[in-house]
């Protein structure tokens, strides 16, 4: 089976550093994505891991961990604009098969 | 501008009324797949096709049709909605087997009454 696991809500205030993290259990791995959306608007790309490690790009870093099925997205110095559902992905094997998680539904406060 | 459209953004019909939601790109992209939203369970595949002529069940295909006549188009096409098809679908293309990311149109919200 395929499961991905991710908080369904998670609160920040502006300025800060928030992580949010994505377990996963599927019958193949081709690498993790993480997408981000705005209410009401279509998800949009930020970043992808294959490999274990960090990956970091501008204000934005994903971790992965194969062994132990995690990721993470870490977003710093947090603005107003960051407020959004953050959607975890795997890719599994064969044609683009992505499963997506539920997303996590970052506000961000003054 | 590279993009990806969908038509209509929004739509509100009647069950049994056949319909079809258009997905176009101009990337020249092999990969496109449908898929739709909903509360609580996220994005679920409906389609996918690999290139022209080419199309494979995803998770969700029950109730839809597509087809891929043209590398640009993919219809996504609802022979006899139903309410439970009420949801907010997105088409996504990915440029080929090299690529990773995702790029997806700007989604069509249907409301089957």
């Known amino acids: 089976g395929q499961n991905i696991d991710q908080p369904t809500e998670m609160t920040a205030t502006e300025g800060a550093i928030v992580q949010i993290n994505c377990t996963y259990q599927t019958s193949g791995f081709n690498g993790l994505f993480w997408y981000q959306q705005h209410a009401g608007e279509a998800p949009t790309f930020l970043s992808y891991?294959?490999?274990?490690g960090l990956e970091e790009k501008g204000r934005f870093s994903s971790f992965l961990s194969r062994s132990k099925g995690y990721s993470y997205l870490l977003l710093k110095e947090l603005q107003m604009k960051d407020s959004a559902s953050y959607l975890c992905a795997v890719k599994g094997t064969g044609f683009q098969k992505l499963v997506f998680g539920t997303g996590t539904r970052l506000l961000v406060s003054p | 501008e590279a993009q990806v459209t969908q038509n209509p953004r929004y739509l509100i019909t009647v069950t049994g009324k056949k319909l079809t939601v258009t997905c176009s790109q101009n990337m020249n992209h092999e990969y496109m797949s449908w898929y739709r939203q909903d509360p609580g369970l996220g994005l679920r595949q409906i389609y996918y096709s690999m290139n022209v002529e080419v199309t494979d069940k995803g998770d969700v295909p029950e109730g839809y049709k597509v087809s891929r006549k043209e590398k640009r188009n993919f219809p996504l096409i609802l022979e006899s909605p139903s309410p439970n098809q009420t949801s907010l679908y997105f088409c996504?293309?990915?440029?080929?087997?090299?690529?990773?990311?995702?790029?997806f149109g700007p989604g069509t919200r249907l409301t089957v009454l």
């Open positions: 891991n294959v490999l274990d």
């Open positions: 996504a293309t990915t440029p080929g087997t090299a690529y990773n990311e995702q790029f």
